[in-house]
């Protein structure tokens, strides 16, 4: 397959990965659907209003056409062959004496001198989120022109990656040196720039601070400042700033759940693939521009399904949302010195203004959109791609 020749130099042993679930395991599936409940009718789901974080949540009519579509009509082979049409690998990372088994899907360069990047996934996210982005860049470059070395894993605890330990507690700086090990590991410990949004943002922030070999940083949520100055912003910013206000006031409930009670709502969402579906899919509607597709959201729903991802992943909000809140943006000793960029979508969960930004880091690239989202690979990959061109591009040869 092309693009699945790693750099020579690294040290990791890959393994093929293929993704699989039995026929067994999938008619299993379809009958839990099938069986699977959905909740009378009420007034709150009757007027709920998704894209309205005071308005009460998942409507009731598309969780039931959903379903439906899920029964009937969706096919989850379609998704599997979709994962597989790109090189996938595994590799087992030593963290601290616990052996991680790390999946990615990679495009390898053959271009000398390609830049290594390393795209983060968030919650409820996964390394579906970019396989649009990927796309256009294998349809765009050949391998020996593509720009990039482009490495996109599953976060620990996310999809086909294996879980935090069961003895000891893990957090966001965990994530990131499993990653940066993972990085070194491919031969890219001479420099590499990470990329991420949600999850992935607070992962990339570590990293830019804590790991020599990461050279630049890329962001698109940077969520946790507040009182900042107002003057001078546009009209959009300000508008954006209201979504973060419903946010921080009415749009969490589901991240405080996470936070202080994540062995709970692990459990409750274990035992149905269509309450899954009301708890995830309300976030890929809130949070994007535009709705996305529902086989979209149902493959992502699915994946989490199969590789129990929900309880497994939360972890990581009793970090951001437990007794001691810890958001890496708004941390002084978190500043990111070293070139960073940033784009603004007005539809993110909340959208904060580049000066703001701009207080948490050397800022020297910065892209405002007229659209977009939360998912910013899976809702815009054009413009995902040519922001990841674009500032690779600026800052690369003065990191280098």
């Given at each position: 397959?092309?693009?699945?020749?790693?750099?020579?130099?690294?040290?990791?042993?890959?393994q093929?990965?293929?993704?699989?679930?039995?026929?067994?395991?999938?008619?299993?599936?379809?009958?839990?659907?099938?069986?699977?409940?959905?909740?009378?009718?009420?007034?709150?789901?009757?007027?709920?209003?998704?894209?309205?974080?005071?308005?009460?949540?998942?409507?009731?009519?598309?969780?039931?056409?959903?379903?439906?579509?899920?029964?009937?009509?969706?096919?989850?082979?379609?998704?599997?062959?979709?994962?597989?049409?790109?090189?996938?690998?595994?590799?087992?990372?030593?963290?601290?004496?616990?052996?991680?088994?790390?999946?990615?899907?990679?495009?390898?360069?053959?271009?000398?001198?390609?830049?290594?990047?390393?795209?983060?996934?968030?919650?409820?996210?996964?390394?579906?989120?970019?396989?649009?982005?990927?796309?256009?860049?294998?349809?765009?470059?050949?391998?020996?022109?593509?720009?990039?070395?482009?490495?996109?894993?599953?976060?620990?605890?996310?999809?086909?990656?294996?879980?935090?330990?069961?003895?000891?507690?893990?957090?966001?700086?965990?994530?990131?040196?499993?990653?940066?090990?993972l990085?070194?590991?491919?031969?890219?410990?001479?420099?590499?720039?990470?990329?991420?949004?949600?999850v992935?943002?607070?992962?990339?922030?570590?990293?830019?601070?804590?790991?020599?070999?990461?050279?630049a940083?890329?962001?698109h949520?940077?969520?946790?400042?507040?009182?900042?100055?107002?003057?001078?912003?546009?009209?959009?910013?300000?508008?954006?700033?209201?979504?973060?206000?419903?946010?921080?006031?009415?749009?969490?409930?589901?991240?405080?759940?996470?936070?202080?009670?994540?062995s709970?709502?692990?459990?409750?969402?274990s035992?149905?693939?269509?309450?899954?579906?009301?708890?995830?899919?309300?976030?890929?509607?809130?949070?994007?521009?535009?709705?996305?597709?529902?086989?979209?959201?149902?493959?992502?729903v699915?994946?989490?399904?199969?590789?129990?991802?929900?309880?497994?992943?939360?972890?990581?909000?009793?970090?951001?949302?437990?007794?001691?809140?810890?958001?890496?943006?708004?941390?002084?000793?978190?500043?990111?010195?070293?070139?960073?960029?940033?784009?603004?979508?007005?539809?993110?969960?909340?959208?904060?203004?580049?000066?703001?930004?701009?207080?948490?880091?050397?800022?020297?690239?910065?892209?405002?959109?007229?659209?977009?989202?939360?998912?910013?690979?899976?809702?815009?990959?054009?413009?995902f791609?040519?922001?990841?061109e674009?500032?690779?591009?600026?800052?690369?040869?003065?990191?280098?």
């Open positions: 397959m092309a693009y699945d020749q790693a750099p020579i130099e690294g040290s990791l042993k890959l093929p990965f293929k993704a699989h679930v039995s026929d067994e395991d999938l008619n299993d599936f379809k009958q839990l659907v099938k069986l699977s409940k959905i909740g009378p009718k009420t007034y709150e789901n009757q007027t709920a209003n998704v894209k309205d974080y005071t308005h009460f949540g998942i409507d009731r009519q598309w969780l039931s056409d959903a379903k439906q579509h899920w029964e009937t009509a969706y096919d989850w082979r379609k998704c599997e062959d979709r994962i597989n049409s790109f090189p996938n690998f595994t590799a087992e990372i030593d963290e601290e004496g616990y052996k991680f088994n790390i999946h990615f899907i990679a495009l390898f360069s053959q271009k000398a001198g390609a830049v290594p990047l390393l795209l983060l996934h968030g919650w409820p996210g996964s390394v579906l989120e970019f396989l649009d982005s990927l796309d256009i860049l294998r349809k765009k470059y050949k391998p020996e022109e593509l720009p990039f070395h482009v490495i996109v894993p599953s976060l620990p605890g996310y999809g086909y990656s294996s879980g935090p330990p069961l003895d000891r507690n893990f957090n966001t700086e965990g994530i990131a040196s499993v990653m940066d090990k990085m070194v590991g491919l031969g890219f410990g001479d420099g590499y720039i990470p990329q991420g949004g949600d992935g943002s607070f992962v990339t922030r570590v990293l830019a601070v804590t790991s020599p070999s990461v050279k940083a890329h962001i949520l940077c969520i946790g400042q507040q009182g900042l100055p107002t003057e001078g912003l546009t009209e959009a910013e300000l508008k954006g700033l209201q979504r973060v206000q419903d946010f921080s006031t009415v749009g969490n409930a589901y991240a405080r759940h996470h936070g202080t009670r994540p709970t709502i692990g459990l409750v969402l035992a149905s693939p269509v309450s899954l579906l009301a708890w995830i899919g309300e976030k890929f509607l809130q949070w994007s521009d535009k709705n996305p597709s529902v086989d979209a959201v149902l493959d992502s699915t994946l989490y399904w199969f590789t129990q991802s929900f309880p497994r992943a939360i972890y990581v909000y009793r970090q951001f949302f437990g007794d001691k809140p810890q958001f890496f943006h708004n941390d002084p000793e978190f500043y990111i010195k070293k070139p960073m960029g940033y784009s603004w979508h007005p539809e993110e969960l909340a959208p904060v203004p580049k000066a703001w930004v701009k207080e948490t880091g050397n800022l020297v690239w910065y892209r405002g959109h007229e659209e977009g989202g939360h998912f910013a690979a899976m809702e815009k990959p054009e413009l791609v040519k922001d990841m674009d500032f690779v591009g600026e800052v690369w040869p003065t990191v280098k």
